[in-house]
C-alpha cells in the first residue's frame, strides 16, 4: 500500500476533460513538490509535470498539475486516444527520507 | 541525443546476488544526480534508490535498505546497482533515471528503457 493514495482507474471520452487525485501527507505533498508520470507499458515513464505545475519541454498544454495542502491533482483535457496510460504521482518524503510513488492510475478512453 | 542503456539484468536465485549498470551518453554525467526505478510485474513505479552528483550522498527505500547499494564512475558515466540478498519480491524492471537539473528528487526528466531482473529457483 502506497504512502500515496490515487484512484485505480478513471476514464473518459475523446475530447473530455479527466482529472487524476494525489492525497498524501504532510510529511511528503504538504512540505514538497508534486511530479507526474505517464507510463505506457513496455515504455520508459515520462515525465509530465514537475515542481507541482511545471510542464518539460515537449508535454502538451492539455496537461496541467496543482497541488493543495497534502493532495495533488492531474488534469488532462481534450482527451485523446493515446493518453491511454497509467499515471503516477511522485514525491520526496521527508520521513521516510525517499521518494515515494502513488499507487498509480489506469486512464482509459472510451 | 541524450541516452541512458541499462544492462547487467538476468535470472538468479534466491539470496543470489547481481550488478546492474546504466551507462549515460548525450549529457554531462557527472553534474546530474541519479535514481533507480523498479516496477514489479503488475505492480506500480517504486523508487529504489538516489545518489548525489558526486556519489558522496545516498538515499534508499526502506525495501532495499541494507542490501542494494547504489554507486557511480564519473569517469565511465555509468551507474550501478549492486542488488543482494535478492527474493522473489525484487524481481522487477530496474529503471535508471536522471533527476531533473534545478528539479526535486522525484522529478525524474530522461528514463533508461529498464533491465529485466528475475528471482527465482
Known amino acids: 500500500q502506497s504512502v500515496l493514495t490515487q484512484p485505480p482507474s478513471a476514464s473518459g471520452t475523446p475530447g473530455q476533460r479527466v482529472t487524476i487525485s494525489c492525497s498524501g501527507s504532510s510529511s511528503n505533498i504538504g512540505s514538497n513538490t508534486v511530479n507526474w508520470y505517464q507510463h505506457l507499458p513496455g515504455t520508459a515513464p515520462k515525465l509530465l509535470i514537475y515542481s507541482n505545475n511545471q510542464p518539460p519541454s515537449g508535454v502538451p498544454d492539455r496537461f496541467s498539475g496543482s497541488k493543495s495542502d497534502t493532495s495533488a491533482s492531474l488534469a488532462i483535457s481534450g482527451l485523446q486516444s493515446e493518453d491511454e496510460a497509467d499515471y503516477y504521482c511522485?514525491?520526496?518524503?521527508?520521513?521516510?527520507?525517499?521518494?515515494?510513488f502513488g499507487g498509480g492510475t489506469k486512464l482509459t478512453v472510451l | 541525443e541524450v541516452q541512458l542503456l541499462e544492462s547487467g539484468g538476468g535470472l538468479v536465485q534466491p539470496g543470489g546476488s547481481l550488478r546492474v549498470s546504466c551507462e549515460a551518453s548525450g549529457f554531462t554525467f557527472s553534474t546530474y544526480a541519479m535514481s533507480w526505478v523498479r516496477q514489479a510485474p503488475g505492480k506500480g513505479l517504486e523508487w529504489v534508490s538516489g545518489i548525489s552528483r558526486s556519489g558522496g550522498s545516498t538515499h534508499y527505500a526502506d525495501s532495499v535498505k541494507g542490501r542494494f547499494t547504489i554507486s557511480r564512475d564519473n569517469s565511465k558515466n555509468t551507474l550501478y546497482l549492486q542488488v543482494n540478498i535478492l527474493t522473489a519480491e525484487d524481481t522487477a524492471i530496474y529503471y535508471c533515471?536522471?533527476?531533473?537539473?534545478?528539479?526535486?528528487?522525484?522529478?525524474?526528466?530522461?528514463w533508461g528503457q529498464g533491465t529485466m531482473v528475475t528471482v527465482s529457483s
Open positions: 533515471a536522471r533527476r531533473l537539473a534545478g528539479g526535486s528528487y522525484g522529478a525524474l526528466d530522461i
Open positions: 511522485a514525491v520526496w518524503d521527508d520521513s521516510l527520507n525517499g521518494v515515494v
